[in-house]
């Protein structure tokens, strides 16, 4: 049972690592202050991968989630190893797995502004097919950011 607790306890913890990149998807701090934005055109787009997080609450989750599993796999003679054992290849899977889950689909979007300025925005897109060459968008500035909207 204890077991089970600490497996979801450190799945929830991997949950909570996740978050969006897209165009649409706004951060707290980032709704009711003002921005600024220009309109342009798409000149191109290129699909791209968005590496995930690696932070320290992936190793957390999989250290405890190893160490539980190593503590409970032997006897009382190797317990000790086996639990070191764990933890630390948990932690290197809890990172790996927190990589993957927060990994995402991104475009890289490279747009001519109507003041003749050139721009590359990479972002996170539910589909690549999202935003196309020839569209008009508007590059949205705020918090040391740069979006892409339609």
Known sequence: ??????????????????????????????????????????????????????????QLAG?????????GLTNSRTQGLATAVGVVAGAIAGQMAEEKMTRAQGLEITLKLDNGENVVIVQEVEKVDEFAVGDRVKVISGNGKLRVAK
């Open 1 to 58: 049972m204890k077991q089970l607790f600490y497996f979801l306890f450190g799945a929830l913890l991997l949950q909570g690592c996740a978050s969006s990149l897209e165009g649409d998807v706004y951060s707290r701090n980032e709704a009711q202050k003002a921005m600024n934005f220009k309109w342009g055109t798409i000149e191109s787009t290129k699909p791209v991968v968005i590496e995930g997080d690696r932070t320290e609450k992936g």
């Open 63 to 71: 250290a405890i989630i190893g160490g539980v599993a190593g503590n």
